[in-house]
């Protein structure tokens, strides 16, 4: 059962939307590999806004995916690819349908 997530919204530079989208595509391989990672999406809000979206069992697993590889990797390129640093925000998980 899932208790806590992350919120992540990304702004995109100007020309760049097409390398977020991708980095954030590839980004399911890697989570793959997190066992206290079972749920990750990768969203798209309009053409230059996306967003993560991930919940996890306790704040354990989600301090582990937060000092994970693809955190590096988003965070090794947020200034090449984003307008603004990434938006990220720990939540409450109420209630779930899994």
């Not at 595509?25 to 989570?31: F, R």
């Not at 969203?43 to 937060?66: E, K, V």
């Amino acid at each position: 059962m899932v208790k806590v997530g992350l919120f992540v919204r990304l702004r995109a530079k100007s020309g760049k939307e097409a390398q977020v989208e991708q980095l954030l595509k590839s980004g399911v391989a890697i989570v793959q590999e997190e066992a206290g990672t079972p749920f990750w999406f990768a969203l798209r809000f309009d053409p230059s806004t996306f967003g993560i979206f991930d919940a996890f069992p306790d704040d354990g697993a989600r301090q582990a995916h937060l000092a994970g590889r693809l955190a590096a990797a988003l965070m090794a390129k947020a200034g090449e690819l984003l307008s603004e640093p990434p938006s990220i925000e720990k939540v409450d998980v109420l209630a779930s349908k899994t």
